[in-house]
C-alpha cells in the first residue's frame, strides 16, 4: 500500500483545518477593520464586510468538510477504529487522519461562531 | 521531506537476541561514561548536556519564581488595609511591573524550556538534544540577562510601566532607564528563548528512537512541540515592538507618538499577539505534565490520545486569534469586539478537550493515590474555575466591567497558577527522582499541597469579589469607601499561606537527603521512556537506544528494560570517543543518521556574554561599547560555528548495530542543522512581517497615507535594490551548484560576485530614503519605511557574513564538495533575504504607487 | 423574556447576600449599561459554579470512589459529550448573548444629548461641558449628571492613556492619546458614586479618581446655571483671594471671573462646591485643604503641583477659606 508511506505523508496535513480559520479569521478581521476604517462612514452599515465574511464563511466550511472527510476516510481505513497506537504505517497513517479531522470539527465551530457575529452586529459603532 | 536513503533494515526490529559478552558490556559502558560525563572542577561550568545544562535551567527559574514571589508577598502587605505606606507609590511600580515581568519572562517561559531540556531527550530515548551548545548558551543569556532586569529594582532603577509596557507611559513619560531595561533585557531573553524553541522543535521531530511514529511519541513531546512551534511566532512580534519602542526612545523615531502620525495602539496590537499566545506557551507544556502523571496513576494509557493531541494543536492555533480581547475597551468596531470573542469563547472547548480526555483516563482505571496525583487535583479545580472566568471576560460586555480590575487579576492567576505552578510542582514530585535519584516526601508534600491550595484561594477567591466593586489593578492603595477593605485583607493573609506551602516544598527540595535511600527504578510504574534510567543516573541518557512499538514501551514491550541495559539495542557504544545519538525521519521514525555532538566548551558562555553586552550597554546609551561587544559576540560564534559544528567525520558512515549503517554527516534539509536554520529564519521573518504590519495599520489609521508632506523613497533605487538583491541571491545558489559539482573556480567566482552584489544591493536599498531626504524622526511614515529598509539591510548583513564564512571555510578545506553543511544553510539564508528584500522593495515603493 | 426577570431575580438576591452597596461597585448597577452587565455576570456566575462543581464531583469520584473501572468506550463518550457538545452549545449560546447586547453598549446617544468632553491627565481629569444651549463650561474632578437624560462623553488624553470608569453607571473605556473615544450614559438612580482611572497610567495612578453627582433633571439644570456663572468672592474670602494671586497659584489654574486664566492645572471657579480634593484623594473640607497645600507630593506621589510648605499657616488659612467659598 503505497499511499501510506512516509514519503506520501507530511505533518502539515495537521496544521491545514487550523491554517482555514486562521486565514478566515484574519480575513474577516481585515476586512471589517479596513471597511469601518477607509469606506465606511462614522455609524456606517457594515453592509458589504458582512456579506464578504459571509462568503469567507461559506468558503472556509466547504473546504474543512472536504478535510474533515478526507481525513474521516484515513481514519476508517479498513474499518479500524482509534486509538490507532500500532507500530506501523497504516496506524499512522489513520491516526494521522483521525487528527485531521478532530481539527477540522474544532476549526469548523470556530467559524461558526466567528459567523454568528456578523449575524447580530450590523454596523462599524 | 527526502532522506538520503540508507541501509533500512525490513520489517520490525528485534533486539539482539543474545546478549553481549559480559566484559564488553562493561567496555561499552566504560566508554559511555568517559565520553558523556561532565568536566569536574571549575571546568564542570563548560557542560553542554541536557542533563546538567536543564538542571541549572529549572533551578534558576525556580530562583526567579521565589523572587518574584517575594515582591508580592511585599505587595500584599501594602494592599492589606487601606491608605498604606508601607511601601511607595513609586517601589510598588516597581514591584508590581517586576513581578509580573519576571514570572512571565523568567520563570513560566523559561521552566517550559528548562523542563523541556532535561526530560524531551529522556523521554525520546536520545543522548542529547540536537544543539547541546544552543541550549547552553540560552541557558547563559537567560543568566545574565535575568540578574540584569532583576538587580535593577535594588537600585531604584527597576521599570515601573506594568508588564505590558503600554506607551507613551513607557516612552515619553519615563525617561530613566527602567524601560531601556525590560525593553533591550527582555529582548536578550527571547532571543535566548527562540534558540532553546528551536533545539526542542528539532529534537521533537528528528531526534526520537527509532520505530516512535508520530501516532505513537509522548503526549508530552506533542505539546512541547506545540508550545516551541508558538514561541518560534509569538515572540518576534515582541521583539519587533520592543525594537520599535526603544528606537524611538533613544532615536525619536515616533512609532507610537501620535504627535508625529504614531499611535500608541499599535503596541497593543503587537505586545498581545505575544501576549495572548504567552499565556498558552505557559499553559501547554505545564499541563503536559500532567498528561504524564494521569496514565500512570491511572494504570491505564490515555483515554482520547487523538483527541489531546487536537487540543494541543488546536488551542495552539487558536490563541493566536484571541490578542484584541486585551482590548476590547479601546473603542474598537463591535465587529471586531465580536470576532474575538467568538475566537476567545472557542477557544475554550480543545482547552476543556484535554480535561476530559484526563478525567475519562482516571475513571477507565483504578487510581493510585499520590502526591503528584493530589497537585494534579488541586491544578484541575483551579484551572477549571480560572477557565470559567476566562470565559466570563471573553464576552466583551462583561468584560467592559471586568477589565483593568482585580477581578481579571484574580481571572489569570487562576488560570496560570492552577495551569502551570500546580502542574509543575506535580511535576517536580513526579520527576524529581530522574533528576536527583530519590523520591521527595510524600508528608512534606501532602502539607504543602494543602497549605498552597487553601492560601491560594484565601489569596484569589476574593479578588474577583475586590475588582467588581470597583478596585482597579496596579493600584498602590485604595480608599476604605470602596468596601474592600475585609476583602483584601483576606487576600494578604492567603499569600502568606500560599507562600508557606511554597516554602515546604523548596525545604523538602533542599533538605539533606544523603542518609535516604535511592528511589527504585521506575518508582511510579510509569509506561514511558524516561523511566528506563537507572538509579543512581547514569551520565549517558540511555545505555542503548531502543526501538520503540508502543506509546507506553514500559509497560508494554517485554524485557525492554533488559535489553536497553545489555546494549541489545543501537548505539550502545562509543568506541570512537565521541558523542553520538540517533536522527531519525520526521513522521515515521526511521533512523537516517548517527548524528555526532559536541562535547563541553566555554563559548557558549563567552558568545553569551558578548552579546549580552550588546543589550546591558545599550540600556545605558553606550552605543560604541554595545556595538563592540556585539560584533566580539559575532567574532566568538563564528569560532564556536567554525570549531564545533559541521565536522567532518573520520569515515562516511558506521554501524550503529542490529545490522543498521549510518551516514556520519548529511546536509540540505536531511541535517538537523538546516531544520534549525530554518525555523530560526522563520522566527526572524515572522518579526519582519510585523514590521510590514505597523506600516499597514498606520495605514488604517490616517487619513492620508503616506503623508502628503512625505516625498517617500520613490522607486527606482528600491528597483536597483532588488535587481541587485536578486542578482546575488542567484550568485550564491550558482556558488552552492559549483561547490557540488566540485567547479573550483566557478564557486569562487560565484560567491565572491554574491558578495558584491551584496553590498551594492544593500547600498542601493539606503539610497532610496536617503536620496529623498526622508527623516525618520518626523513622522511614523518615514520611520516605518527606514525601519523595513534597516531591518532588510541587517538581514542582507547576516547573509553576507554566512557567504563570507563559506567563502573563508571552502578555503581552509572545511567546506568541500562532499561536505557542505553550511552551504545549505548559507543558500537557505538567502531565500529568506531575497523575499525579505522583495516585500520591503513592494512595500515601501509599490504600495505608494498603488494608492 | 422569561429569562430576564429570573436573572434579576437572581441578581437581587445576589446583591442581598454580599451586600453590594458600593459606590464604586459593578454589581450595584444605576443605569441600562451597567444593570446589563450585571446581569450577564450573574448569569454567567451560576451558570459556570454548576459547571464547576459538576467537573469538580466528576474528578473526586474518578480518583476517590471505590469504583469498577469504566470502558474506554464510555471515556470517548464522555470526551464527546462533555467536551464538546455541551461545550459548544453552551459557548454558542453565551456567545449570542453577548453578542446581542454588545450594540446598545457601544451605541451612541442620541442627537441632541448633553455632551460632555472628559480629558485624562496625570492625575486628574479636565471636565468640560458642552449643552445644547447656552456657554460651556470646564471643572475638575468631579461629574455631575441628570438622572434619566442620556449623556454623550467624548473622551481623550492629554498624556499617556488612562481609562474612563464609572462602575455603576457602565462599562470602562480607555482614553488614548491621538485618539477620541465614546461612551455614552444614562443613569437612573438620584445619588453620589465614585468613578476611577482603571488603566495604569503613572505614579499616582491610585489617586486618579472622581465623583460622580446624578441629580435629579431640575436640580441639574440648576447646578448647571450655578457651574456656568464666575466665581462670587464672599467678603470674609478677601484675603485668601490676595494670597492665591500672591502665590501664583493662577499661573497654572482658572478662576473665572478673576485674573487666574490658565489651564494647566484644574479648573478652581467652583472647587468649593465639590465633594473631593486631589481627584478622589480627600473629602473636601478645610483640614484637607491645608494637608493638600502643605504636603501635596507626599499626600500624592508624583504630582505635578508643588508643595506650598514654606507659605505661613496664616496665609494658609486663608487661602483654604477662599477656596471654599468658590462654591
Not at chain 2, 38 to 57: F, K, L, Q
Not at chain 2, 639 to 664: N, Y
Not at chain 2, 709 to 719: E, F
Not at chain 3, 193 to 215: D, I, K, N, P, Q
Request: net charge neutral; with cysteine; charged share 15%.
Amino acid at each position: 500500500m503505497s499511499s501510506v508511506d512516509e514519503e506520501h505523508a507530511s505533518l502539515w496535513a495537521l496544521a491545514v483545518p487550523p491554517l482555514i480559520w486562521a486565514t478566515h479569521f484574519l480575513l474577516s478581521y481585515w476586512t471589517a477593520a479596513v471597511w469601518c476604517a477607509k469606506f465606511a462612514d462614522a455609524g456606517g452599515s457594515l453592509a458589504l464586510a458582512r456579506l464578504a465574511i459571509a462568503v469567507y464563511s461559506a468558503l472556509a466550511l466547504a473546504a474543512l468538510a472536504l478535510t474533515g472527510y478526507q481525513g474521516y476516510r484515513r481514519h476508517h481505513l479498513e474499518q479500524r477504529a482509534a486509538p490507532h497506537d500500532e507500530d506501523s504505517p497504516e496506524s499512522r497513517y489513520r491516526f494521522m487522519g483521525y487528527a485531521a479531522m478532530l481539527l477540522s470539527g474544532l476549526s469548523a465551530i470556530a467559524i461558526v461562531y466567528a459567523t454568528l457575529v456578523v449575524l447580530y452586529i450590523r454596523s462599524c459603532v | 521531506m527526502r532522506e538520503q536513503d540508507a541501509e533500512r533494515p525490513s520489517g520490525d526490529v528485534q533486539p539482539l537476541a543474545e546478549a553481549p559478552p559480559e566484559s564488553l558490556q562493561r567496555a561499552q559502558a566504560e566508554r559511555l561514561i568517559e565520553v558523556w560525563d561532565a568536566p569536574s572542577g571549575w571546568r564542570y561550568w563548560s557542560a553542554v548536556n541536557n542533563t546538567e545544562v536543564g538542571v541549572w535551567y529549572t533551578a534558576l527559574a525556580f530562583l526567579f519564581l521565589l523572587y518574584a514571589g517575594v515582591l508580592a508577598l511585599l505587595m500584599r502587605i501594602q494592599l492589606a488595609v487601606p491608605n498604606n505606606d508601607f511601601l511607595s507609590a513609586d517601589f510598588y511600580n516597581q514591584a508590581f511591573t517586576v513581578h509580573g515581568s519576571v514570572m512571565m519572562f523568567l520563570f513560566a517561559i523559561p521552566i517550559f524550556e528548562a523542563v523541556a531540556v532535561v526530560l524531551m531527550p529522556q523521554m525520546l530515548g536520545a543522548r542529547d538534544l540536537p544543539f547541546p551548545r544552543l541550549a547552553a548558551f540560552g541557558f547563559w543569556c537567560f543568566l545574565i540577562g535575568g540578574i540584569f532586569l532583576c538587580g535593577s529594582i535594588f537600585f531604584d532603577a527597576a521599570p515601573r510601566g506594568g508588564w505590558f509596557m503600554y506607551p507613551p507611559l513607557t516612552s515619553a513619560f519615563q525617561p530613566d532607564i527602567g524601560p531601556d531595561i525590560w525593553l533591550l533585557g527582555f529582548s536578550f531573553i527571547e532571543v535566548a528563548a527562540i534558540a532553546s524553541a528551536v533545539e526542542l522543535i528539532v529534537g521533537a521531530l528528528k531526534c526520537r528512537p527509532p520505530g516512535m511514529r508520530i501516532n505513537l511519541i509522548p503526549l508530552y513531546a506533542w505539546y512541547a512541540l506545540v508550545g516551541a512551534i508558538m514561541i518560534v511566532f509569538a515572540f518576534p512580534p515582541l521583539i519587533a515592538g520592543s525594537m520599535m519602542l526603544e528606537v524611538e526612545r533613544a532615536f525619536h523615531w515616533p512609532f507610537f507618538d501620535a504627535a508625529r502620525g504614531g499611535d500608541p495602539l499599535l503596541w497593543q496590537h503587537l505586545f498581545w499577539l505575544f501576549g495572548h499566545p504567552e499565556v498558552y506557551i505557559i499553559f501547554l507544556p505545564s499541563i503536559a505534565l500532567v498528561a504524564m502523571i494521569v496514565p500512570t496513576f491511572a494504570r491505564k494509557p490515555m483515554v482520547g490520545y487523538g483527541w489531546v493531541v487536537l487540543a494541543a494543536i488546536g488551542t495552539g492555533f487558536l490563541s493566536f486569534g484571541l490578542w484584541v480581547h486585551h482590548m476590547y475597551t479601546t473603542g474598537l468596531p463591535g465587529v471586531s469586539l465580536g470576532l474575538f470573542s467568538a475566537a476567545s469563547t472557542a477557544v475554550a472547548i480543545p482547552t476543556g478537550v484535554q480535561f476530559f480526555c484526563f478525567l475519562a483516563t482516571l475513571l477507565a482505571g483504578r487510581v493510585v493515590r499520590s502526591v503528584p496525583m493530589l497537585w494534579v487535583l488541586g491544578s484541575l479545580a483551579i484551572f477549571v474555575l480560572g477557565g470559567l472566568t476566562g470565559v466570563m471576560v471573553a464576552i466583551a460586555t462583561f468584560d467592559f466591567q471586568a477589565h483593568d480590575t482585580y477581578f481579571v487579576v484574580a481571572h489569570f492567576h487562576y488560570v496560570l497558577i492552577g495551569g502551570a505552578i500546580f502542574p509543575l510542582i506535580a511535576g517536580l514530585y513526579y520527576f524529581y527522582p530522574i533528576v536527583a535519584d530519590r523520591k521527595l516526601s510524600d508528608r512534606l508534600g501532602t502539607i504543602a499541597f494543602w497549605l498552597a491550595f487553601v492560601g491560594f484561594n484565601l489569596t484569589f477567591l476574593p479578588m474577583h469579589l475586590s475588582g467588581l466593586r470597583g478596585m482597579p489593578r496596579r493600584v498602590f492603595t485604595y480608599p476604605s469607601q470602596l468596601g474592600v477593605d475585609d476583602l483584601n485583607l483576606t487576600s494578604s493573609v492567603g499569600a502568606f499561606v500560599l507562600a508557606a506551602g511554597i516554602a515546604v516544598v523548596v525545604w523538602d527540595v533542599l533538605r539533606p537527603k544523603r542518609s535516604q535511600p535511592y528511589a527504585p527504578r521506575n518508582p511510579w510504574n510509569a509506561g514511558t521512556l524516561e523511566w528506563v534510567q537507572d538509579m543512581p543516573a547514569k551520565p549517558w541518557g540511555i545505555r542503548s537506544i531502543p526501538e520503540i512499538d508502543t506509546r507506553y514501551p514500559l509497560w508494554d514491550q517485554p524485557n525492554l528494560l533488559r535489553d536497553i541495559d545489555e546494549g541489545r539495542f543501537y548505539l550502545p557504544d562509543a568506541e570512537e570517543g565521541k558523542r553520538e545519538t540517533l536522527v531519525t525521519s520526521v513522521v515515521d521514525a526511521q533512523p537516517v543518521q548517527c548524528q555526532r555532538l559536541p562535547g563541553p566548551s566555554f563559548l557558549p558562555l563567552l558568545s553569551a556574554v558578548t552579546v549580552g553586552g550588546f543589550f546591558v550597554f545599550g540600556t545605558f546609551g553606550w552605543w560604541r561599547l554595545a556595538i563592540l561587544s556585539f560584533m566580539v559576540g559575532i567574532g566568538l560564534i563564528c569560532v564556536w560555528l567554525w570549531t564545533g559544528t559541521a565536522l567532518h567525520p573520520e569515515k562516511p558512515d558506521k554501524d550503529v548495530g542490529l545490522g543498521l549503517r549510518l551516514p556520519l554527516y548529511l546536509s540540505g534539509t536531511a541535517s538537523v542543522g538546516w531544520w534549525g536554520t530554518f525555523v530560526t529564519m522563520l522566527a526572524a521573518f515572522t518579526a519582519y512581517v510585523c514590521i510590514v504590519f505597523g506600516y499597514f495599520f498606520f495605514w488604517t489609521v490616517h487619513e492620508d497615507f503616506p503623508p502628503a508632506h512625505a516625498s517617500g523613497p520613490g522607486w527606482r533605487w528600491p528597483l536597483v535594490s532588488l535587481l541587485l538583491f536578486l542578482a546575488a541571491w542567484s550568485a550564491t545558489l550558482l556558488a552552492r551548484r559549483a561547490n557540488a559539482r566540485d567547479e573550483v573556480a566557478l564557486h569562487y567566482g560565484a560567491q565572491l560576485a554574491a558578495l558584491g552584489f551584496s553590498v551594492a544591493a544593500g547600498a542601493a536599498l539606503l539610497a532610496g530614503p536617503l536620496t529623498t531626504h526622508m527623516d525618520p524622526t518626523r513622522h511614523a511614515y518615514e520611520a516605518s519605511v527606514w525601519l523595513l529598509v534597516a531591518w532588510t539591510v541587517l538581514h542582507l548583513g547576516l547573509a553576507v557574513i554566512m557567504s563570507a564564512f563559506c567563502l573563508v571555510a571552502r578555503a581552509a578545506g572545511r567546506i568541500t564538495a562532499r561536505y557542505d553543511i553550511d552551504l545549505h544553510n548559507t543558500v537557505l539564508v538567502w531565500h529568506f533575504t531575497l523575499l525579505t528584500a522583495a516585500m520591503t522593495v513592494a512595500v515601501i515603493a509599490g504600495f505608494p504607487l498603488a494608492t | 423574556m422569561g429569562s430576564t426577570l429570573s436573572a434579576r431575580a437572581v441578581a437581587a438576591s445576589g446583591l442581598a447576600v454580599s451586600g453590594c452597596t458600593g459606590v464604586q461597585s459593578a454589581l450595584a448597577p444605576s443605569g441600562p449599561a451597567a444593570r446589563d452587565i450585571a446581569e450577564l455576570f450573574w448569569i454567567m456566575t451560576v451558570g459556570g459554579g454548576l459547571i464547576f462543581v459538576a467537573v469538580l464531583a466528576l474528578a473526586l469520584y474518578a480518583v476517590y470512589a471505590p469504583r469498577e473501572p469504566r470502558s474506554v468506550r464510555f471515556g470517548h463518550g464522555l470526551i464527546l459529550g462533555g467536551a464538546v457538545v455541551f461545550p459548544t452549545l453552551v459557548l454558542g449560546a453565551l456567545l449570542v448573548y453577548g453578542l446581542r447586547m454588545l450594540p446598545s453598549q457601544l451605541a451612541p446617544a442620541p442627537p441632541g444629548s448633553l455632551r460632555v468632553h472628559v480629558e485624562g491627565l496625570q492625575w486628574w481629569w479636565r471636565v468640560r461641558y458642552e449643552p445644547r444651549a447656552g456657554e460651556g463650561f470646564e471643572l475638575a474632578n468631579e461629574i455631575v449628571l441628570p438622572r434619566g437624560r442620556p449623556v454623550q462623553f467624548l473622551l481623550t488624553s492629554a498624556d499617556v492613556i488612562h481609562s474612563f470608569w464609572i462602575p455603576s453607571l457602565a462599562g470602562k473605556v480607555d482614553m488614548i492619546p491621538g485618539r477620541a473615544t465614546r461612551l455614552a450614559v444614562t443613569a437612573t438612580r438620584a445619588g453620589e458614586y465614585r468613578g476611577a482611572c482603571a488603566e495604569y497610567c503613572g505614579t499616582s495612578h491610585a489617586w486618579m479618581a472622581f465623583s460622580v453627582r446624578v441629580l435629579e433633571p431640575a436640580d441639574f439644570d440648576a447646578w448647571l446655571a450655578g457651574q456656568r456663572a464666575p466665581a462670587r468672592v464672599v467678603a470674609e474670602a478677601e484675603p485668601g483671594r490676595r494670597a492665591f494671586a500672591e502665590y501664583g497659584c493662577g499661573a497654572c489654574h482658572t478662576v473665572r471671573g478673576e485674573v487666574a486664566r490658565a489651564s494647566l492645572a484644574p479648573d478652581l471657579t467652583h472647587v468649593g462646591s465639590r465633594l473631593t480634593l486631589g481627584a478622589g484623594l480627600f473629602s473636601n473640607d478645610d483640614r484637607s485643604r491645608l494637608r493638600w497645600l502643605t504636603n501635596t507630593d507626599v499626600v500624592k506621589p508624583g504630582v505635578h503641583m508643588p508643595a506650598f510648605g514654606m507659605v505661613p499657616a496664616a496665609r494658609l488659612r486663608d487661602l483654604s477659606v477662599y477656596l471654599g467659598s468658590l462654591q
